[in-house]
């Protein structure tokens, strides 16, 4: 099955700054890549999703790239906020709207103010 | 607005004891899920359904069952409660394919499990 390792595990950066998170795959075949975020104590939401025939996709001060050829995606967060402080998730499924979603280990992101 | 509901939101329980978690939703949705919250090992799947008469197993499914009694309410049950069972439980929904929010799982506010 699906295999998905992201690092870091924890990011602290000062507020302003830009963070990004690397998340890998396995399965070659794999075709749409969200990104989840979690602030303490809530659920995890939405918040940005790519698609393999896209290799960037920006809303607002957050993008996703993917690199299907070394089969790694990565989230960048510019001009960080303390509101973006929270546990970042990112996963992977064979398409979208596919059943079977395989999560990262997560990334506790800290900004500093 | 719509929304998926998780009950209990706490349970402290003993080991070897019964426990099922309840979940509904007002999303419509017809897919449901369940997933386990462990400190560095992100979201596991334990269970997911498509409908009523359709129940699949996820990645660490052993220890665990599920029941979808309609399509709106989907409960996990442990039979006999370990304490490596301790972890944050949640529900998730996901609209079938082609409907609105497509793709996007839709979670629970979570149930904190601990097993003495």
């Known amino acids: 099955g699906e295999n998905v390792e992201q690092h870091p595990s924890t990011l602290s950066v000062q507020e302003g700054d830009s963070a990004v998170i690397k998340c890998t795959y396995s399965d070659s075949a794999s075709n749409y890549f969200p990104w989840y975020k979690q602030e303490l104590g809530k659920r995890p939401q939405l918040i940005i999703d790519i698609r393999s025939n896209v290799g960037e996709k920006k809303d607002q001060r957050i993008a996703v790239t993917l690199n299907k050829t070394a089969k790694h995606f990565s989230l960048h967060i510019t001009e960080t906020q303390p509101e973006d402080s929270a546990v970042y998730f990112c996963?992977?499924?064979?398409?979208?709207?596919?059943?079977?979603?395989?999560f990262g280990t997560g990334t506790r992101l800290t900004i500093i103010p | 607005d719509a929304d998926v509901t998780q009950t209990p939101r706490n349970r402290i329980t003993k080991t070897g004891k019964r426990i099922m978690l309840e979940c509904s939703q007002t999303k419509g949705h017809d897919r449901m899920y369940w997933y386990r919250q462990d400190p560095g090992l992100g979201l596991r799947l334990i269970y997911y359904?498509?409908?009523?008469?359709?129940?699949n197993k996820g990645e660490i499914s052993d220890g665990y069952s599920v029941s979808r009694q309609a399509q709106a309410k989907f409960s996990l049950s442990l039979e006999s409660a370990i304490p490596n069972q301790t972890a944050l439980y949640f529900c998730a929904t996901m609209a079938v394919a082609g409907g609105p929010g497509t793709g996007e799982l839709f979670f629970g506010e979570g149930s904190r499990l601990t097993v003495l």
């Open positions: 359904s498509f409908d009523v008469k359709d129940i």
């Open positions: 996963a992977a499924s064979l398409s979208f709207g596919n059943e079977k979603l395989t």
